[in-house]
Protein backbone atom coordinates (compact mmCIF):
# COMPACT_ATOMS: atom_id res chain seq x y z
CA UNK A 1 0.00 0.00 0.00
CA UNK A 2 3.27 2.40 -0.38
CA UNK A 3 1.86 3.23 -3.66
CA UNK A 4 -1.99 4.48 -4.70
CA UNK A 5 -4.56 2.95 -5.56
CA UNK A 6 -4.95 1.33 -9.19
CA UNK A 7 -8.22 4.09 -9.56
CA UNK A 8 -8.77 7.09 -11.94
CA UNK A 9 -6.89 10.43 -10.40
CA UNK A 10 -9.43 12.74 -8.99
CA UNK A 11 -9.33 16.44 -10.10
CA UNK A 12 -9.20 19.20 -7.84
CA UNK A 13 -12.34 19.71 -5.97
CA UNK A 14 -13.63 16.27 -7.43
CA UNK A 15 -15.08 13.92 -4.28
CA UNK A 16 -15.46 10.34 -4.53
CA UNK A 17 -19.03 10.39 -3.11
CA UNK A 18 -20.05 7.14 -2.65
CA UNK A 19 -16.67 5.96 -1.16
CA UNK A 20 -16.71 8.80 1.27
CA UNK A 21 -19.99 8.47 2.26
CA UNK A 22 -19.60 4.44 2.74
CA UNK A 23 -16.89 4.86 5.08
CA UNK A 24 -17.76 7.38 7.62
CA UNK A 25 -19.83 5.07 9.96
CA UNK A 26 -16.28 3.59 9.95
CA UNK A 27 -14.11 6.26 10.53
CA UNK A 28 -16.56 7.76 13.56
CA UNK A 29 -16.14 4.71 15.51
CA UNK A 30 -12.54 4.65 14.53
CA UNK A 31 -12.37 7.98 16.33
CA UNK A 32 -13.73 6.87 19.33
CA UNK A 33 -10.12 5.53 20.47
CA UNK A 34 -9.39 9.14 21.54
CA UNK A 35 -11.75 8.38 24.00
CA UNK A 36 -10.67 4.68 24.78
CA UNK A 37 -8.31 4.24 27.55
CA UNK A 38 -6.93 1.33 29.57
CA UNK A 39 -5.25 0.62 32.84
CA UNK A 40 -1.39 1.14 32.83
CA UNK A 41 -1.48 4.70 30.86
CA UNK A 42 -3.32 8.02 31.03
CA UNK A 43 -3.51 8.55 27.26
CA UNK A 44 -6.10 7.35 25.00
CA UNK A 45 -5.59 4.78 22.52
CA UNK A 46 -5.60 7.24 19.68
CA UNK A 47 -2.54 9.36 21.59
CA UNK A 48 -0.69 5.99 22.45
CA UNK A 49 -0.72 5.07 18.21
CA UNK A 50 0.00 8.46 17.66
CA UNK A 51 3.26 8.05 19.59
CA UNK A 52 4.03 4.26 18.62
CA UNK A 53 3.63 5.83 14.95
CA UNK A 54 6.17 8.56 15.48
CA UNK A 55 8.63 6.30 16.92
CA UNK A 56 8.47 3.76 14.20
CA UNK A 57 8.92 6.20 11.91
CA UNK A 58 12.18 7.42 13.30
CA UNK A 59 13.37 4.21 13.90
CA UNK A 60 12.98 2.51 10.13
CA UNK A 61 11.07 5.28 8.45
CA UNK A 62 8.86 3.25 5.89
CA UNK A 63 5.42 5.48 6.12
CA UNK A 64 3.56 3.31 3.65
CA UNK A 65 4.16 0.02 5.49
CA UNK A 66 3.38 1.84 9.32
CA UNK A 67 0.42 3.73 7.53
CA UNK A 68 -1.16 0.35 6.65
CA UNK A 69 0.23 -1.27 10.19
CA UNK A 70 -1.26 1.73 12.10
CA UNK A 71 -4.59 1.73 10.31
CA UNK A 72 -5.34 -2.03 10.82
CA UNK A 73 -4.71 -1.92 14.81
CA UNK A 74 -7.38 1.46 14.36
CA UNK A 75 -10.32 -0.74 12.42
CA UNK A 76 -9.37 -3.66 14.78
CA UNK A 77 -9.76 -1.54 17.59
CA UNK A 78 -13.07 0.15 16.65
CA UNK A 79 -15.02 -2.79 18.13
CA UNK A 80 -12.26 -4.41 20.15
CA UNK A 81 -10.91 -0.54 21.58
CA UNK A 82 -8.57 -1.44 24.25
CA UNK A 83 -8.55 -5.20 23.32
CA UNK A 84 -5.80 -5.06 21.21
CA UNK A 85 -2.56 -7.91 19.65
CA UNK A 86 -0.75 -7.42 22.73
CA UNK A 87 -3.54 -7.37 25.36
CA UNK A 88 -4.75 -10.89 23.61
CA UNK A 89 -1.33 -12.01 23.73
CA UNK A 90 -1.29 -11.55 27.83
CA UNK A 91 -4.69 -13.32 28.07
CA UNK A 92 -2.67 -16.00 27.01
CA UNK A 93 -4.27 -16.26 23.38
CA UNK A 94 -1.02 -18.24 20.73
CA UNK A 95 -0.51 -15.61 17.59
CA UNK A 96 -2.80 -17.54 15.31
CA UNK A 97 -5.69 -16.97 17.68
CA UNK A 98 -4.87 -13.59 18.33
CA UNK A 99 -4.64 -12.27 14.98
CA UNK A 100 -7.90 -14.79 14.18
CA UNK A 101 -9.64 -12.49 16.61
CA UNK A 102 -8.58 -9.12 15.03
CA UNK A 103 -9.65 -10.64 11.65
CA UNK A 104 -13.28 -10.89 13.14
CA UNK A 105 -13.56 -7.39 14.51
CA UNK A 106 -11.73 -6.14 10.53
CA UNK A 107 -14.28 -8.09 8.77
CA UNK A 108 -17.13 -6.17 10.74
CA UNK A 109 -15.98 -2.99 8.47
CA UNK A 110 -15.54 -5.07 5.45
CA UNK A 111 -18.16 -3.42 3.63
CA UNK A 112 -17.51 -0.46 4.43
CA UNK A 113 -13.56 -0.18 2.99
CA UNK A 114 -12.75 -1.04 -0.85
CA UNK A 115 -11.42 -4.45 -1.02
CA UNK A 116 -7.50 -4.11 -1.73
CA UNK A 117 -7.56 -2.05 1.28
CA UNK A 118 -9.05 -4.66 3.49
CA UNK A 119 -7.18 -6.92 2.27
CA UNK A 120 -3.98 -5.12 3.17
CA UNK A 121 -5.23 -4.68 6.22
CA UNK A 122 -5.35 -8.47 6.84
CA UNK A 123 -2.71 -8.83 5.93
CA UNK A 124 -1.17 -6.73 8.41
CA UNK A 125 -2.56 -7.94 11.96
CA UNK A 126 0.47 -10.68 12.32
CA UNK A 127 2.31 -7.47 13.14
CA UNK A 128 0.02 -6.36 15.63
CA UNK A 129 0.50 -9.66 18.06
CA UNK A 130 4.35 -9.30 18.34
CA UNK A 131 4.28 -6.48 20.32
CA UNK A 132 7.57 -4.85 19.09
CA UNK A 133 6.94 -1.04 19.92
CA UNK A 134 8.92 0.43 22.97
CA UNK A 135 11.40 3.30 21.16
CA UNK A 136 10.65 6.59 22.51
CA UNK A 137 8.90 8.93 20.54
CA UNK A 138 10.38 12.36 19.34
CA UNK A 139 9.43 15.10 22.31
CA UNK A 140 6.76 16.75 20.37
CA UNK A 141 5.07 13.81 20.32
CA UNK A 142 3.97 13.84 23.71
CA UNK A 143 3.34 17.76 23.72
CA UNK A 144 0.73 17.19 21.31
CA UNK A 145 -0.92 14.55 23.01
CA UNK A 146 -0.93 17.07 26.31
CA UNK A 147 -2.03 20.21 24.00
CA UNK A 148 -5.46 20.68 23.88
CA UNK A 149 -7.98 21.27 21.04
CA UNK A 150 -9.25 24.73 20.87
CA UNK A 151 -12.34 23.06 19.23
CA UNK A 152 -14.93 25.03 16.82
CA UNK A 153 -14.00 28.82 17.08
CA UNK A 154 -15.12 31.77 14.85
CA UNK A 155 -13.54 35.15 14.82
CA UNK A 156 -15.17 37.58 16.62
CA UNK A 157 -17.06 35.57 18.74
CA UNK A 158 -16.78 33.31 21.85
CA UNK A 159 -15.33 30.19 21.71
CA UNK A 160 -18.10 27.17 22.13
CA UNK A 161 -16.29 25.14 25.15
CA UNK A 162 -16.69 21.24 24.93
CA UNK A 163 -15.33 19.02 28.09
CA UNK A 164 -13.34 17.14 27.62
CA UNK A 165 -11.60 18.46 24.56
CA UNK A 166 -9.40 16.38 22.24
CA UNK A 167 -5.72 16.79 22.18
CA UNK A 168 -4.07 17.33 18.95
CA UNK A 169 -2.37 13.98 19.37
CA UNK A 170 -6.08 12.60 19.30
CA UNK A 171 -6.63 14.77 16.25
CA UNK A 172 -3.72 14.43 14.28
CA UNK A 173 -3.73 10.42 14.85
CA UNK A 174 -7.43 10.16 13.51
CA UNK A 175 -6.74 12.12 10.47
CA UNK A 176 -3.34 10.53 9.44
CA UNK A 177 -5.63 7.06 9.86
CA UNK A 178 -8.92 8.80 8.01
CA UNK A 179 -6.20 9.69 5.64
CA UNK A 180 -5.43 5.66 4.86
CA UNK A 181 -8.76 5.05 4.64
CA UNK A 182 -9.51 7.51 2.22
CA UNK A 183 -6.56 7.46 0.48
CA UNK A 184 -7.92 4.60 -2.73
CA UNK A 185 -10.89 6.76 -3.14
CA UNK A 186 -8.61 9.91 -4.13
CA UNK A 187 -6.03 8.18 -5.70
CA UNK A 188 -3.36 9.03 -3.31
CA UNK A 189 -0.46 7.18 -1.82
CA UNK A 190 -1.41 5.91 1.54
CA UNK A 191 2.32 6.65 3.24
CA UNK A 192 1.91 10.56 2.00
CA UNK A 193 -1.44 11.02 3.52
CA UNK A 194 -0.43 9.61 6.68
CA UNK A 195 2.59 11.49 7.31
CA UNK A 196 0.38 14.50 6.01
CA UNK A 197 -1.95 13.52 9.31
CA UNK A 198 0.16 12.85 11.79
CA UNK A 199 2.78 16.14 11.38
CA UNK A 200 -0.40 18.86 9.96
CA UNK A 201 -0.59 20.19 13.64
CA UNK A 202 3.43 20.05 14.75
CA UNK A 203 3.24 23.66 15.36
CA UNK A 204 1.21 23.23 18.77
CA UNK A 205 4.04 21.41 20.03
CA UNK A 206 4.65 24.69 21.87
CA UNK A 207 1.68 26.89 20.09
CA UNK A 208 -1.73 26.53 22.49
CA UNK A 209 -4.53 26.41 20.30
CA UNK A 210 -7.12 29.26 20.22
CA UNK A 211 -8.58 28.24 17.40
CA UNK A 212 -9.00 30.43 14.19
CA UNK A 213 -10.71 33.21 16.36
CA UNK A 214 -7.05 33.71 18.10
CA UNK A 215 -4.70 32.89 15.72
CA UNK A 216 -6.48 35.57 13.44
CA UNK A 217 -5.40 37.89 15.71
CA UNK A 218 -2.07 37.00 15.79
CA UNK A 219 -2.17 38.87 12.22
CA UNK A 220 0.71 39.19 10.06
CA UNK A 221 2.68 37.38 12.12
CA UNK A 222 0.99 34.42 11.91
CA UNK A 223 2.57 32.65 9.02
CA UNK A 224 5.76 32.84 9.73
CA UNK A 225 5.27 31.64 13.27
CA UNK A 226 3.73 28.43 11.81
CA UNK A 227 6.71 27.95 9.83
CA UNK A 228 8.90 28.74 12.39
CA UNK A 229 7.31 26.20 14.99
CA UNK A 230 7.01 24.00 12.64
CA UNK A 231 10.68 23.74 11.36
CA UNK A 232 11.74 23.71 15.46
CA UNK A 233 10.01 20.08 15.51
CA UNK A 234 11.11 18.99 12.31
CA UNK A 235 15.06 19.05 13.61
CA UNK A 236 14.01 16.30 15.96
CA UNK A 237 13.52 13.94 12.80
CA UNK A 238 15.79 11.83 10.69
CA UNK A 239 16.94 14.57 7.71
CA UNK A 240 15.37 12.80 4.93
CA UNK A 241 12.23 12.17 7.29
CA UNK A 242 12.49 15.39 7.87
CA UNK A 243 12.59 16.91 4.35
CA UNK A 244 9.73 14.13 3.36
CA UNK A 245 7.38 16.03 5.89
CA UNK A 246 8.36 19.20 4.94
CA UNK A 247 7.71 18.56 1.51
CA UNK A 248 3.92 17.65 2.26
CA UNK A 249 3.33 20.09 5.03
CA UNK A 250 3.70 22.67 1.60
CA UNK A 251 0.85 20.48 -0.32
CA UNK A 252 -1.74 21.39 2.08
CA UNK A 253 -1.93 25.17 1.37
CA UNK A 254 -4.24 23.51 -1.44
CA UNK A 255 -5.98 20.99 -3.38
CA UNK A 256 -3.99 19.98 -5.80
CA UNK A 257 -2.64 16.71 -5.58
CA UNK A 258 -4.34 13.49 -4.27
CA UNK A 259 -2.40 13.40 -0.99
CA UNK A 260 -3.65 16.85 -0.51
CA UNK A 261 -7.27 16.10 -1.09
CA UNK A 262 -7.39 12.69 0.87
CA UNK A 263 -5.66 14.87 3.67
CA UNK A 264 -8.21 17.85 3.61
CA UNK A 265 -10.97 15.27 3.61
CA UNK A 266 -9.85 13.11 6.70
CA UNK A 267 -9.16 16.16 8.27
CA UNK A 268 -12.94 18.27 7.73
CA UNK A 269 -14.32 14.85 8.49
CA UNK A 270 -12.83 14.31 11.20
CA UNK A 271 -13.21 17.50 12.86
CA UNK A 272 -17.38 17.55 11.98
CA UNK A 273 -17.40 14.06 13.23
CA UNK A 274 -15.84 15.09 16.40
CA UNK A 275 -18.45 17.66 16.97
CA UNK A 276 -21.22 15.48 16.13
CA UNK A 277 -19.59 12.78 18.89
CA UNK A 278 -20.04 16.15 21.84
CA UNK A 279 -23.70 16.98 20.07
CA UNK A 280 -24.94 12.78 20.73
CA UNK A 281 -23.31 12.80 23.68
CA UNK A 282 -25.04 15.82 25.12
CA UNK A 283 -28.54 14.25 23.98
CA UNK A 284 -27.97 10.51 25.45
CA UNK A 285 -30.86 9.29 27.23
CA UNK A 286 -31.27 6.03 29.24
CA UNK A 287 -33.39 4.43 27.01
CA UNK A 288 -31.02 4.31 24.40
CA UNK A 289 -29.28 2.24 26.62
CA UNK A 290 -31.53 0.21 27.51
CA UNK A 291 -33.73 -0.22 24.06
CA UNK A 292 -31.17 0.74 21.64
CA UNK A 293 -27.75 -0.84 22.69
CA UNK A 294 -29.22 -4.08 25.00
CA UNK A 295 -27.81 -2.55 28.62
CA UNK A 296 -29.21 -5.90 29.98
CA UNK A 297 -28.36 -8.01 27.62
CA UNK A 298 -29.31 -11.09 27.22
CA UNK A 299 -28.00 -14.17 28.95
CA UNK A 300 -28.93 -16.94 31.76
CA UNK A 301 -30.37 -14.49 34.33
CA UNK A 302 -31.69 -11.75 32.05
CA UNK A 303 -34.82 -12.21 33.19
CA UNK A 304 -34.31 -12.04 36.71
CA UNK A 305 -32.62 -8.80 36.31
CA UNK A 306 -35.58 -7.46 34.59
CA UNK A 307 -37.64 -8.29 37.76
CA UNK A 308 -35.24 -6.49 39.95
CA UNK A 309 -35.46 -3.37 37.15
CA UNK A 310 -39.31 -3.07 37.34
CA UNK A 311 -39.00 -3.85 40.94
CA UNK A 312 -37.26 -0.72 41.78
CA UNK A 313 -39.08 1.15 38.99
CA UNK A 314 -36.28 1.91 37.10
CA UNK A 315 -36.87 -0.35 33.94
Same mark, same amino acid.
Given at each position: ?????????????????????????????????????????????????????????????? *????????? @?? !? +?? #??? &? $? %??? =? /??????????????????????????????????????????????????????????????????????????????? *????????? @?? !? +?? #??? &? $? %??? =? /????????????????????????????????????????????????????????????????????????????????????????????????????????????????????????????????
Amino acid at each position: MTQAAARPAQREGEVPREAVRAVVPLLREVGDLKRVRTAGSGASMAERAFCRSWAELVRDGD *PGRIAVREC @AA !A +VA #GAR &L $A %GID =G /AVLRRCGLTADEAVAVLERSVAQHADRMDPVTCGLLVEALPDLVTDPYGDPPPGFAAALCAQPRAGATRPGRPRLMVEP *PESHGDHCW @AV !A +VH #GVL &L $A %GAF =G /AAPGDVFLLGLAHHLHNAVLPDAGLAGEELLGDHLPAVLARLARQQLAALPEDLAARVEHLLSLREGAGTPAARAFHAADVLDRVLQVRHHARAAAFTAEQALEDLDLVHPCAVSGFHRSVLDAAGTA
